[in-house]
């Protein structure tokens, strides 16, 4: 998974995982682009990753998190619950302003 902290008046957090990195997404009027330029951080295992969303969840991050394993892991982190998921051709993201 890559996880990439983007500074602004909040840190917004972007989560993917990593072969879904420069892929777009269409279902309806709905669009989901993994940009490389926002989500391509740094590579990193779920360990690593649970304690950064947890650690980020205390300074009053945004998470924008896309990708199976990313879910998975965001929900072991208890920044999302399963009803936060949302799907765009079968690619489940969620987004958690805190």
Do not use: C
Not at 52 to 81: P, Q, R
Not at 82 to 97: N, T, Y
């Amino acid at each position: 998974m890559y996880l990439k902290v983007h500074e602004s008046y909040r840190k917004v957090v972007a989560l993917a995982d990593s072969e879904l990195i420069g892929k777009t997404f269409e279902e309806g009027k709905k669009q989901l682009s993994i940009t490389e330029n926002f989500y391509k951080g740094d590579l990193m295992e779920e360990e690593k990753v649970i304690e950064a969303l947890k650690d980020l969840a205390l300074d009053d991050a945004t998470f924008n998190i896309v990708g199976k394993k990313s879910i998975n892991t965001a929900l072991k982190a208890e920044i999302i619950a399963k009803e936060m998921i949302a799907k765009v051709q079968g690619i489940p993201f969620a987004l958690v302003l805190l």
